[in-house]
């Protein structure tokens, strides 16, 4: 039942996408203020709400969900931040069309779930509001061709909001990188190994915990993002890992993924939950749903220039959140796990060093700018950063430093791992979505300590 | 010409083992004494004789190696210890045949050069000495399959020394997982990541460094180990990360290898080294070698009851030894990196622990008993630990813990990475090497504080 629903919707959003006049971007050359509108205003859309609420450069014009509770938080932050009241677009799962005609907008920011990232994306660009989405690996390799298109065609801004790319120590690390710390690059690791059980399932009124319900008795990313665990099998989040990789290799600048192969160990780790929650256990109904979902799915992806990159997702075992970054090069490497790092001539010999005062030595100039300011701000403070580089870059009319071909290189790993896994691990081709510009395009992202 | 040599030397070899008469191993019931050789008294070979001259249940008749300095090194540890002199077997290449016929030897220990792995280990069964070997990937498939069918005809005992079996973290692991500490069993991670350059390279004089010769010109494992370096690429070495999970998912005993796939990084590291070294230069020879080895080999493999392994093979560039272990089940995991142990319902929720509690509560009951008798010995202990078990259980005439299965399932490793390599990241499926007997066939690994 769910997955006819999940399937019939997003035939049906695709279809109005297709019919969707396309329309020229009206550029914002040297605007001091962006018209913001969410789409999406749940826990993610509201977290970002409230950092847009704090830059004068932001006015939120619209919020659009067909949640009446979370419309309602929304609101409320607003009012509260002493700002006006914004047009609110609700009732349908296409309010959100009718919020990307409204004039007064500039610019929308997506945070809704996975499978509606690419049709929202799309209309939006197509009606000429720039878009920052919110991050997810693709349902299939034609969405990511999908967004490449309308973005070229369109013109109009995409940036994907890739929030760990701006993580205070990854920056550190791509500063280092940049200063050949660590020589010749040559190996990486990173992933998504987050407890998210208590996210999967909840009791249908709570964001998090409390129960083992999910889907239409489940709320907030339980009511949709569970669904993936139940029908599939592959790396279905590897933003966080792939992205601070891809911008410390330059991926379509200068190199690019090649291919990858998959691994998915058995599924064990939701079922186990249900059974032994409280409010679940072997009878509770959702005992017999058979999770697809590899408990553990790791990912090697080799790019055009030598360089090896191991993801691992890792999402429905109890473990503590770890991204396990390692950095590695010619000189020395940086691992997240054990926060250390060894550097050639600078470690004593064969011991690692605490990372600690190289992450201080080499704190990237953003985060020495703009510390006070991300003070407070989501995942420590990192969110900032990213809202703060789309506005920038917007409001100075220059390419969005993490662009749609960053997106759909990232989001292709999704479906790339999957097909691995269903063929038993054969390897997988990346497509060039930049079509060749990805060998004589520069590196744009964080160069300086402007956004 | 290296590589002619080497070819020539292993053909020859092959060809000899081919000749080489079956013979019947004489059982040793309850002996409480075995007479035991040394095929190589090299660095690792004199490492095993220190431990082997400590027992008195060991009386070693018998060495056997090329290199003169090394012989004279073997008998001054010998008379040092107050023990026997041996027969010494020497002058050529194929002297340990000679050594093979000599009556009183029950046993040898094999430290030779990887390539001499096979036919030594097959000419000793055949001969009916009982057969301690050294770790390496193999040379090939057919290798493997060599050395079980001997094995089987024969039936003479075979053990392969992974020490790293016996590290006492690894048995308290192992321990926990007996006692389901971490749940169903998922995934795992190891390797061997250890900076071997000053291995690779020496001055042609010290064991280790000071100098970037290798080959002919190269001392002790320089002569040998570097040769695979130019020639292959794939994980030369998986035994010190496999061996372990082998032992905790009972490998080849109701759990088997079923395929693995391999990515290899580029190859700078041993370039680097020699260009940058002050015996070394852009104008040395050595600096115009190609070095065909990825720095960084990543392998995946999967296991017929749904657990992921990845093994990391890292032997090339500056970094601090670890074999990077990581042991994760439905209720927890370990990794060795961070020293830390993550038990739902124990540990605090979402943080990590110190592993050394557990690792001390959950100590072995073998490291109980001996770790007096292990103190001093070779890489903190564990030499003591394999050698005893190879000992007493001959001694008993009892099954090798690490048998003839293992070491082939393991040394497949290296030929399946070689070729999945060669074949863009293909998935390789692992010959069953039990011919099915996995099945059925019951863990024996240290189930007790014996051996």
Known sequence: MQRRKFIKDTSKAAAIVMMAPSVAFIKNYQKAQIKLGFIGVGAR????????????????????????????????????????????????????????????????????????????????????????????????????????????????????????????????????TRQNMFGE?????GGYQHDLREVKFNDGVKYYGGGVEFGDKGYSEAQWRTTHSVYRNGDLYPTHGIGPIGSIINNNRGN????????????????????????????????????????????????????????????NLPRPYSIGFRVQGTKGLWMDVNKSIYIEGKSPAHRWEEAESYLKTYDHPLWKKYEDQAAGAGHGGMDWFVLNAFVEALKRDEPMPLDVYDHASWAAITCLSEQSIAQGSEPQPFPDFTDGKWMTRKPIFALNDVY
């Not at 878009?131 to 995409?158: I, N």
């Open 256 to 315: 690019r993924f090649e291919y990858l192969t998959s691994m998915s160990s058995k599924a064990r780790g939701l079922h186990e939950y249900i059974v032994n929650h409280p409010q679940g256990g072997p009878s509770h109904p959702n005992a017999n749903v058979k999770f697809r979902l590899g408990d553990i799915v790791t990912t090697h992806i080799m790019t055009s220039n030598g360089e090896t990159i191991t993801l691992t997702h890792d999402t």
């Open 185 to 189: 690059l040559v190996h990486f690791e």
């Open 45 to 176: 859309g509201l977290s970002t709400l409230y950092l847009a609420l704090r830059r004068d450069d932001i006015v939120v014009t619209t919020i659009c969900d067909i949640d009446p509770i979370t419309i309602k938080k929304a609101l409320e932050m607003i009012e509260k931040a002493g700002k006006p009241k914004p047009e609110v677009f609700t009732g349908s799962d296409y309010a959100y069309k009718s919020m990307l005609e409204f004039k007064n907008l500039d610019a929308v920011i997506i945070s809704t779930p996975w499978e509606w990232h690419t049709p929202m994306s799309i209309d939006a660009m197509q009606a000429g509001k720039a878009v920052g989405c919110e991050v997810a690996g693709a349902m299939s390799l034609d969405e990511c061709w999908q967004m490449v298109r309308t973005q070229e065609r369109t013109k109009v801004p995409f940036m994907v909001l890739e929030n760990v790319c701006y993580r205070r120590d990854v920056m550190a690390i791509l500063n280092m």
